[in-house]
């Protein structure tokens, strides 16, 4: 089966820096995604990654390792347009590549 | 260019009723999918396709029917409405793995309320 870790929530402070953990299970990885999610609206596409390795794309910037399970997202110069939902998905290609989904990071901007 | 474009917006449902939610895509995508999200549960699979003429269950299947006559769309069915159904629904859909990287793209989604 498949199993996506990743904490609920998470504070941070404007113009910090903040790094979202997620771990996951699977029997046939075949990449993983970062979504982000403001409330209220539909999910988009942050990153992908399906090597081990940092993908850096402006404030955002993803890492993968495969033989340990995870990955995680790291925001940089945080702003207040950042608080959203930040979510985990795999691929899984046993599974005709189904993409499932982690419940979530719920990340909370103070000023 | 539209994207996903899901309909409707929002609905509400009387137990027992059925209705079906509409997805269409003009990205010449072959994937495409229906997830569900409920607070605390993230986005569910409920069923996908990976081309027309093929679908298959995801994690949540049951009470929930799909088809794909098409490459552009993928309506999703309801038989019987149920309490258990109230949800936010999104369609996503993406090009299919041979593609290297398969971003999803999703709809704007659509509020259920089952009454």
């Known amino acids: 089966g498949q199993n996506i870790d990743q904490p609920t929530e998470m504070t941070a402070t404007e113009g910090a820096i903040v790094q979202i953990n997620c771990t996951y299970q699977t029997s046939g990885f075949n990449g993983l995604f970062w979504y982000q999610q403001h409330a209220g609206e539909a999910p988009t596409f942050l990153s992908y990654n399906v090597l081990d390795g940092l993908e850096e794309k402006g404030r955002f910037s993803s890492f993968l390792s495969r033989s340990k399970g995870y990955s995680y997202l790291l925001l940089k110069e945080l702003q207040m347009k950042d608080s959203a939902s930040y979510l985990c998905a795999v691929r899984d290609q046993d599974r005709d590549d189904k993409i499932i989904f982690g419940k979530g990071t719920r990340l909370h901007i103070l000023p | 260019n539209a994207g996903v474009t899901q309909t409707p917006k929002f609905q509400v449902l009387k137990t027992g009723q059925s209705m079906t939610l509409q997805c269409a895509q003009d990205m010449n995508h072959e994937y495409m999918s229906w997830y569900r999200q409920d607070p605390g549960m993230g986005l569910r699979l409920i069923h996908y396709s990976v081309g027309a003429g093929i679908t298959d269950q995801g994690e949540v299947p049951n009470g929930y029917n799909v088809s794909r006559s098409t490459t552009e769309d993928f309506p999703l069915r309801l038989l019987s409405a149920a309490p258990s159904q109230t949800s936010v629904y999104f369609c996503?859909?993406?090009?299919?793995?041979?593609?290297?990287?398969?971003?999803?793209?999703f709809g704007q989604g659509t509020r259920l309320t089952v009454v």
């Open positions: 996503a859909s993406s090009y299919s793995k041979d593609r290297g990287n398969t971003e999803a793209f």
